[in-house]
């Protein structure tokens, strides 16, 4: 069974404090990693796919890598517009997206 | 990617009674899904719905309870029978991307539904 563990379930940081999230898998032949961002009452909205180990991909102060076993989201000098709710999921071999519980940030100004 | 809207944004309903959700997409797509998100907690794969076919439902979760309709390739609609405040939940619809992005899934904006 696919199975997606997300730590730490909250992260408070202050405007500019670098730090990094986890995403741990198990996947029967993984098709993808996927980054989403979810603002409260909304849908999540999509940021990265990484398919293979070694793969990194970046976009403003976010940059997502994954190996074999984990995925992280590293966020940059973080502003408080970054404050939301971060999930990751794995698609496998099931052909069925299976999501991680997510890791809350908040960025205080 | 292709731009998703839901109907409604948010619900207040009920017990006992039923609200059909409707989701409409901008484009052609053939793999549409469900999901459901309680309070606090991340999303749960209701059924996958391809156009032509009857929607599989993941386990927990029966046709009786969450009747889903896919009348062609743009729009689907799940229904939330006989609804109980266990119900409350965002419920959204989801999609797979065609193309060159076929493994990305992309999100509705939600539904909100309350049951009182």
């Known amino acids: 069974e696919d199975q997606v563990t997300q730590s730490p379930e909250a992260l408070r940081l202050q405007e500019g404090e670098s730090s990094s999230l986890n995403c741990s898998y198990t996947v029967s032949g993984l098709r993808g990693l996927f980054w989403y961002r979810q603002d409260p009452g909304k849908g999540p909205e999509f940021l990265f796919t990484?398919?293979?180990a070694g793969e990194e991909k970046e976009k403003e102060r976010l940059k997502a890598t994954l190996t074999k076993k984990e995925s992280f989201l590293h966020i940059t000098a973080p502003k408080p517009e970054d404050s939301a709710t971060y999930l990751c999921?794995?698609?496998?071999?099931?052909?069925?997206?299976?999501f991680g519980k997510g890791t809350k940030l908040t960025v205080n100004p | 990617s292709a731009v998703i809207s839901q109907k409604p944004s948010r619900d207040i309903c009920q017990r006992g009674t039923s609200l059909t959700i409707q989701c409409q997409v901008d484009?052609?797509?053939?793999?549409m899904f469900w999901y459901r998100q309680q309070p606090g907690q991340s999303l749960t794969l209701i059924a996958t719905?391809?156009?032509?076919?009857?929607?599989?439902?993941e386990s927990g979760f029966v046709i009786d309870k969450f009747p889903i309709s896919r009348p062609n390739l743009t729009f689907s609609t799940l229904t939330v029978s006989n609804m109980s405040p266990e119900d409350s939940s965002i419920y959204l619809c989801?999609?797979?991307?065609?193309?060159?992005?076929?493994?990305?899934?992309?999100f509705g904006p939600g539904t909100r539904l309350t049951v009182l």
């Open positions: 990484l398919y293979s």
């Open positions: 999921a794995v698609l496998g071999g099931s052909e069925k997206l299976v």
């Open positions: 989801s999609l797979r991307g065609e193309g060159t992005s076929t493994d990305t899934q992309y």
């Open positions: 719905a391809n156009q032509g076919s009857e929607a599989t439902y």
């Open positions: 484009s052609q797509v053939t793999m």
